[in-house]
């Protein structure tokens, strides 16, 4: 089972940002809530606030873990953990992804999410 992090980041307007999957990585063309896999030794914090350093250019704080999601798919196993994180410094920028933008929770199409990122759109749905 693959450790995975991912950043809950909401706007003054209640919009949620997302990052869409370059074509030919895997799960290419998915959006998805920015993030990745912890390394060796490293906590959810510490592995979320690298990846967004390294994938958006932002400083960020972790201020709320949210239930992991197990997903299987057909050739890994993932957990997910979603974290409620603030942007501190920096603008997003797509350095990893496609493109990036902010969303509402209606403005997210399910079908377009990475199957592990569905769950956690379902916990931010009132």
């Given at each position: 089972?693959?450790?995975?992090?991912?950043?809950?980041?909401?706007?003054?307007?209640?919009?949620?940002?997302?990052?869409?999957?370059?074509?030919?990585?895997?799960?290419?063309?998915?959006?998805?809530?920015?993030?990745?896999?912890?390394?060796?030794?490293?906590?959810?914090?510490?592995?979320l606030?690298?990846?967004?350093?390294?994938?958006?250019?932002?400083?960020?704080?972790?201020?709320?873990i949210?239930?992991?999601?197990?997903?299987?798919?057909?050739?890994?196993?993932?957990?997910?953990?979603?974290?409620?994180?603030?942007?501190?410094?920096?603008?997003?920028?797509?350095?990893?992804?496609?493109?990036?933008?902010?969303?509402?929770v209606?403005?997210?199409?399910?079908?377009?999410?990475?199957?592990?990122?569905?769950?956690?759109?379902?916990?931010?749905?009132?």
């Amino acid at each position: 089972m693959i450790s995975v992090v991912c950043a809950i980041i909401e706007d003054e307007s209640g919009r949620f940002l997302l990052a869409k999957r370059p074509e030919g990585k895997c799960l290419g063309g998915f959006w998805e809530f920015p993030g990745g896999k912890l390394e060796e030794g490293e906590s959810l914090e510490a592995a979320l606030i690298r990846e967004l350093q390294e994938e958006l250019l932002i400083q960020a704080e972790v201020f709320q873990i949210l239930e992991p999601v197990e997903y299987h798919y057909e050739k890994s196993s993932i957990c997910l953990t979603p974290c409620r994180t603030r942007i501190l410094s920096g603008i997003p920028k797509a350095l990893e992804h496609s493109e990036i933008g902010w969303f509402s929770v209606h403005e997210i199409d399910r079908n377009a999410l990475a199957p592990a990122d569905v769950p956690i759109l379902a916990m931010l749905t009132p």
